[in-house]
């Protein structure tokens, strides 16, 4: 489980459980992070009145120089005057991914007076997994530095060790995301951090520059690691892999498993591993992030919920997928994001492709009082609303079925793909495959065994399993994340 490593005069640390007086010690240990004014330790009252105002000095700066929300506020009969605050959000429409994908450059912000700070600093990508293509996001100077203030309160937030050597295991792929920059971005913000750099990934045969996953084995081991960064399911297959080396990996202390969904499971999957190779207790998070908030919103502990790291860039709302009206703390809906102090690319209402659900009560672990994504179905924050599928007439959350292989002992990967049983014949009865890259030493009879029963439980449809290679579900020099879950029934007018 997550602890807390309380900094002694001496130099040494206390490892602490999470708990709110033990946040505010670990705090005060830490002069950078004392000084520090957090708004996730506000009153809800004062955060309120700080994002209302951010939201109206955002909205003169939309109706300036927006030409996406410019027309379409026009269309709407919306003016400035209607939108005082939070409160009146719901005013206007969802904005979604289509939207933007189809015109990326009308949702940067086009300032009349433009200053130095307006320049943009970088642009990153969506990784376009779900929805073809990657999608441009600016970022500016200004943004670049509110990333980073939300990057060192998620560090905060994250409890990572102070003065740790880090890794980052992210790779370094053809197109720019957030996942190698804001890795990065954390080393050079980490509390006097040491961090390496994996850079596997696709290969560029022209220019090579790319490592291979035992050269990040070596310096993990052999840089003595202890806070790691990178895609879950890359990670896992690292640990994997060092475990049959026999390798010593007993400095690991905390892992950032991010990019995807991380089940419970998983997570005791890694964990096991990670033991058997030397390492104490670790931690093992799973960060919900996106490109369009350029970070993550952190745990403070196992499955405390993901915190909101910037309440003073981000207003997150879980709303009704029908009528855009938001619901009540806990029960699902559209994860949307609206933009309170951006520059660059701008965002309101923006409806991330996820279904999940918000708490705003303070959180017991740590007591910060900011918003939180909290587990909606299975043992996972979101799920994907493109990977929603319905089998047999009935609509199913494939998290149900991703839950059930990942606890199945003998699975190293898995993939669910759904099809028909005649592919010429468009109206045939659905078919489900289970694809499964089994470890070494299980009976696969067995496997596949339990593997129907879970299908059978949670959809009362039998699988057919096929035991494949594992780079047949995931191969990381060919793909950023494992794509664990693939509909390809013919879409019917």
């Known amino acids: 489980m997550s602890v807390l490593y309380i900094r002694q005069p001496d130099g040494s640390h206390e490892k602490v459980p999470v708990t709110p007086e033990n946040t505010r010690s670990y705090i005060e240990s830490i002069p950078l992070y004392a000084e520090d004014d957090d708004p996730l330790f506000w009153p809800a009252d004062r955060v309120r009145e700080m994002q209302d105002e951010m939201l109206n000095r955002e909205l003169d700066w939309v109706f300036e120089g927006h030409d996406y929300y410019k027309r379409t506020f026009k269309d709407g009969g919306i003016e400035r005057g209607d939108i005082k605050g939070l409160d009146d959000l719901e005013k206007l429409p969802l904005t979604y991914k289509k939207d933007y994908m189809a015109d990326a450059d009308s949702f940067k912000l086009k300032p009349a007076e433009p200053t130095l700070y307006d320049w943009i600093f970088e642009v990153t990508y969506t990784t376009g997994s779900t929805t073809g293509m990657p999608t441009p996001f600016w970022n500016t100077i200004h943004d670049a530095h509110g990333i980073w203030q939300m990057l060192f309160r998620g560090i905060k937030l994250g409890g990572f060790p102070p003065y740790a050597r880090g890794i980052n295991l992210f790779p370094l792929g053809p197109v720019p995301h957030i996942g190698f920059f804001r890795a990065r971005d954390i080393g050079m913000l980490g509390i006097g951090s040491l961090n390496m750099y994996g ?137 949307c994001i609206t933009h309170l102090n951006r520059r660059g690319t701008v965002l309101l209402r923006y409806v991330i492709g996820d279904l999940g659900a918000l708490t705003h009560e303070t959180c017991p672990h740590c007591g910060r009082t900011s918003e939180r994504a909290v587990v909606a179905v299975g043992s996972t924050y979101a799920t994907r609303t493109a990977e929603l599928v319905k089998l047999k007439g009935t609509l199913i959350n494939p998290e149900i079925l991703r839950d059930g292989l990942a606890k199945t002992p003998g699975v190293q990967e898995y993939q669910i793909i759904f099809d028909k049983k005649d592919k010429d014949d468009p109206y045939s009865l659905d078919d489900l495959i289970v694809k499964i890259a089994p470890e070494d030493g299980f009976d696969r009879a067995k496997i596949e065994e339990e593997v129907q029963s879970k299908m059978v439980s949670a959809v009362e449809m039998r699988a057919k399993v096929e035991f494949v290679a594992m780079e047949e579900i995931y191969d990381p020099t060919v793909a950023l994340k494992a794509y664990r879950v693939i509909d390809m029934r013919p879409k019917l007018d």
């Open 199 to 335: 850079c596997t990934g696709m290969p560029h045969p022209e220019f090579p520059v790319h490592r291979s996953m035992d050269y990040a084995m070596d310096l993990i081991e052999g840089g003595k690691a202890e806070v790691w960064l990178g895609i879950a399911s890359f990670m896992r297959r690292l640990i994997m892999k060092a475990e049959l080396e026999g390798r010593d990996f007993s400095e690991t202390k905390h892992i950032q498993a991010l990019g995807e969904a991380c089940p419970q499971a998983m997570r005791d999957d890694m964990k096991k591993r990670l033991q058997n190779m030397g390492a104490e207790d670790p931690f093992i998070s799973n960060s919900y992030g996106f490109t369009e908030m350029q970070g993550a919103l952190p745990e403070c502990t196992d499955f405390s919920g993901c915190h909101n790291p910037a309440p003073n860039l981000y207003f997150f709302e879980v709303v009704d997928e029908e009528t855009g009206k938001r619901v009540p703390d806990g029960e699902r809906g559209l994860f």
